[in-house]
């Protein structure tokens, strides 16, 4: 099982607030069951109190100033294991993405090259011979990226659900004030998910900053590849 939960820490940011993360994460109905909980931190306040020094340690060890750590706001919640949580389906997302981006550069280049051949009316000559190598080999390029972007879709469609649904630990959303590399202070939103002893993190997601490859534009790929419809 935890060979299909991604185990390394993602380097993405996203601009969205804690109700939109539960709604990522913890869209299920199902809850641990008792075989689970004898192994998981089911007291709540002995949860939160662990993930407080935890996230404590891994928000300091990338500080410039770990003195001036000041925590503001921590809260648990429980994950399961779904699409957003499904290493192939959300590494198939980030390589869409970026093939999407570089397929549609690919194709301005081309119709800024063909462009160019029908102005000047496509008579011989390097500089329009110029041009029309660089449409074929922009037009080579559509061609290969078109071919990858439906091997990463398939990926997304075809993913195994058979773990759908299953806990796999706990969400830990933690906001916290501390001096940056110019000594100014500010402030830092990060989502954590760990395994449910809450000793191994799954994910880090700086939730600051959005951007093509934010967990939201990630999500939005996923589901329109899957056909899932918001309710």
């Not at 913890?26 to 809850?31: L, Q, T």
């Not at 404590?56 to 000041?70: A, E, F, G």
């Not at 939730?207 to 490859?213: A, E, I, P, V």
Request: charged letters at 30%; aromatic letters at 10%; hydrophobic letters at 35%.
């Amino acid at each position: 099982m935890k060979k299909n939960i991604i185990n390394i820490v993602l380097t993405l940011s996203v601009l969205t607030n804690v109700f939109v993360l539960v709604y990522l994460f913890v869209h299920s109905d199902e809850r641990p069951s008792e075989e689970v909980k004898s192994s998981v931190l089911i007291d709540s306040e002995k949860r939160l109190e662990m993930a407080k020094t935890t996230v404590r340690k891994l928000v300091c060890d990338d500080l410039y100033y770990p003195n001036s750590y000041d925590p503001v706001n921590t809260t648990v919640d429980s994950v399961f294991y779904s699409y957003m949580t499904d290493e192939k389906c959300i590494n198939a997302a980030i390589k869409l993405i970026n093939l999407r981006d570089s397929y549609n550069s690919a194709e301005a280049n081309y119709e800024d090259n063909d462009w160019t051949i029908r102005f000047h009316g496509n008579p011989k000559g390097p500089f329009l011979e110029r041009e029309r190598n660089a449409r074929a080999e922009s037009a080579k390029k559509m061609k290969r990226l078109s071919k990858e972007i439906k091997e990463e879709e398939l990926i997304i469609k075809n993913r195994d659900s058979s773990n759908d649904g299953k806990f796999i630990g706990w969400q830990v959303v933690h906001k916290y004030r501390a001096s940056n590399s110019k000594g100014v202070v500010s402030f830092g939103n990060v989502l954590f998910v760990f395994d449910p002893q809450m000793k191994q993190c799954y994910y880090r997601f700086s939730l600051d900053d959005n951007g093509n490859k934010s967990l939201v534009a990630i999500k939005n790929v996923i589901e329109q590849e899957l056909g899932v419809v918001e309710r």
